[in-house]
Nanobody, 124 residues
Framework: QVQLVESGGGLVQAGGSLRLSCVASGNTISISDMGWFRQAPGKEREWVASINWNGGVTPYADSVKGRFTISRDNAKNTVFLQMNSLKPEDTAVYYC?????????????????WGQGTQVTVSS
């Protein structure tokens, strides 16, 4: 089993920045690719960004491209999401997810492990 714990969420004004972190523990050798999703009230869970095992592949959703940056520190089993130029529509619970090598980074059902989520609220 793998446990994922997110942190770094909070309340920020539009145009501000936040950095989310996700620490993996447990049988981390079983995972390679990781990603971030988000879910706003009344909406389906939405893919945000992913990163492969060595950071060489980092796809983004169009809605965050150019504003968000995903990265990882394998020595610390941690993945980050740097969020800049935040907008009110970025308000959601952000979830970290992990899996073995993925075929489709944006497919929620391909991720085997999930964190509990961290709330991000962007005020206008």
């Amino acid at each position: 089993q793998v446990q994922l714990v997110e942190s770094g969420g909070g309340l920020v004004q539009a145009g501000g920045s936040l950095r989310l972190s996700c620490v993996a523990s447990g049988n981390t050798i079983s995972i390679s690719d990781m990603g971030w999703f988000r879910q706003a009230p009344g909406k389906e869970r939405e893919w945000v960004a992913s990163i492969n095992w060595n950071g060489g592949v980092t796809p983004y959703a169009d809605s965050v491209k150019g504003r968000f940056t995903i990265s990882r520190d394998n020595a610390k089993n941690t993945v980050f999401l740097q969020m800049n130029s935040l907008k009110p529509e970025d308000t959601a619970v952000y979830y970290c997810a992990a899996s073995r090598r993925l075929l489709n980074y944006a497919d929620v059902i391909q991720y085997a492990y999930w964190g509990q989520g961290t709330q991000v609220t962007v005020s206008s």
